[in-house]
T-cell receptor, first 110, second 117 residues
Framework: DAKTTQPNSMESNEEEPVHLPCNHSTISGTDYIHWYRQLPSQGPEYVIHGLTSNVNNRMASLAIAEDRKSSTLILHRATLRDAAVYYCILRDHAGNMLTFGGGTRLMVKP | GAVVSQHPSWVICKSGTSVKIECRSLDFQATTMFWYRQFPKQSLMLMATSNEGSKATYEQGVEKDKFLINHASLTLSTLTVTSAHPEDSSFYIC?????????????FGPGTRLTVL
């Protein structure tokens, strides 16, 4: 699977939107972009995934650049419960395992 | 989303004993499950891929005789840490692959914290 680059940490204020970036310049045409988050002392939680078009679900939105070399996870209104490590992972449609990088530790201030 | 459970959520054992961890997919069938290990302040590292009815595939550097994996049914995989030692203390997390969507999605269990004294 191709590699992704994320900032180590980000801070946000509660009730404000958060944009978490991910660079994946070596993405291939069949790679899906998956986002998971891991709250302290818990297993990762699926957030969202996309291929080319922007995606929305009840948890977040995923904005994918036109050239697909980067993407942004958008939390529309951060809450204290959104404080977690967010992982951006590329996976081929036929892929099997997930390879986790370092992720971005999101801190939310009240 | 789909639910994956793990049992126990934490375990403390003496050095030299064996510990079994169960991973269950509660509302879907999973032909493939994965076992990860996570040390403090680090990311998840894949240990092995477990396929129902066949032998597990281990990642490089993971001892298959020490970490026994059994995937006897479409909803249950077990990881047994044999002759555990303090360096095996870690957070063990399983995931199950739900192939009903496109692409398929992995759902993770809540993790098991193992402490070996």
């Amino acid at each position: 699977d191709a590699k992704t680059t994320q900032p180590n940490s980000m801070e946000s204020n509660e009730e404000e939107p958060v944009h978490l970036p991910c660079n994946h310049s070596t993405i291939s045409g069949t790679d899906y972009i998956h986002w998971y988050r891991q709250l302290p002392s818990q297993g990762p939680e699926y957030v969202i995934h996309g291929l080319t078009s922007n995606v929305n679900n009840r948890m977040a939105s995923l904005a994918i650049a036109e050239d697909r070399k980067s993407s942004t996870l958008i939390l529309h209104r951060a809450t204290l419960r959104d404080a977690a490590v967010y992982y951006c992972i590329l996976r081929d449609h036929a892929g099997n395992m997930l390879t986790f990088g370092g992720g971005t530790r999101l801190m939310v201030k009240p | 989303g789909a639910v994956v459970s793990q049992h126990p959520s934490w375990v403390i054992c003496k050095s030299g004993t064996s510990v079994k961890i169960e991973c269950r997919s509660l509302d879907f069938q999973a032909t493939t499950m994965f076992w990860y290990r996570q040390f403090p302040k680090q990311s998840l590292m894949l240990m092995a891929t477990s396929n129902e009815g066949s032998k597990a595939t281990y990642e490089q550097g993971v001892e298959k005789d020490k970490f026994l994996i059994n995937h006897a049914s479409l909803t249950l995989s077990t990881l047994t840490v044999t002759s555990a030692h303090p360096e095996d203390s870690s957070f063990y997390i399983c995931s199950a692959r739900d192939i009903t969507g496109a692409p398929d999605t992995q759902y993770f269990g809540p993790g098991t914290r193992l402490t070996v004294l």
